[in-house]
């Protein structure tokens, strides 16, 4: 069976195959003694491709209240291989804040921060993957894919401002 394109990761893949006639022909897939294959209805095929694309990095946000970041991927990323929380590099106003914890929660690593994100804040953040491996202790997803480092990045700062207004004249 010949294929007119390779088969991707994930892909649902079947096979199925019609007899052109009712009579042993040349025309049909047949047995060293020349009887005809049956018909085989549309058959769920077992697809083996490893996966081997690493996770791409979508977005960058502060939460709410400022106190953790959250980096979001395109795809689930392995939970039991977090990151190490020196890879990060977070800076607000141009200032550098540590990274506490990593925590990969679904497709998404969950940064804790030393000191909350004040509302208006400029920030950014980098990652950095020590080896060009797939590697334990990285960004990575369930077949151990390393996501790529990431380069100084802007964060959508979430923190609402809210300090009341107050009346001057």
Do not use: K, M
Request: avoid cysteine.
């Amino acid at each position: 069976l010949t294929l007119d394109g390779a088969v991707a990761h994930g892909a649902s893949v079947t096979v199925a195959y019609t007899d052109p006639t009712g009579d042993n022909d040349a025309s049909a897939i047949q047995d060293g003694a020349g009887n005809d294959a049956a018909t085989l209805a549309a058959t769920s095929v077992a697809n083996l491709v490893p996966d081997t694309t690493p996770p791409a990095f979508v977005s960058a946000a502060t939460s709410a209240d400022g106190a953790t970041l959250v980096l979001t991927y395109d795809e689930t990323l392995d939970a039991s291989n977090a990151p190490q929380p020196s890879r990060f590099q977070v800076r607000v106003n141009g200032e550098e804040v540590d990274v506490t914890a990593a925590v990969v929660d679904g497709a998404s690593v969950v940064l804790t921060l030393a000191d909350a994100v004040p509302q208006g804040a400029a920030v950014d953040v980098a990652y950095f993957d020590l080896s060009s491996d797939n590697d334990a202790l990285a960004i990575q997803d369930a077949a151990g894919n390393d996501a790529a480092s990431l380069p100084t990045t802007s964060v959508s700062n979430l923190v609402p401002d809210t300090t009341p207004p107050v009346f001057v004249s």
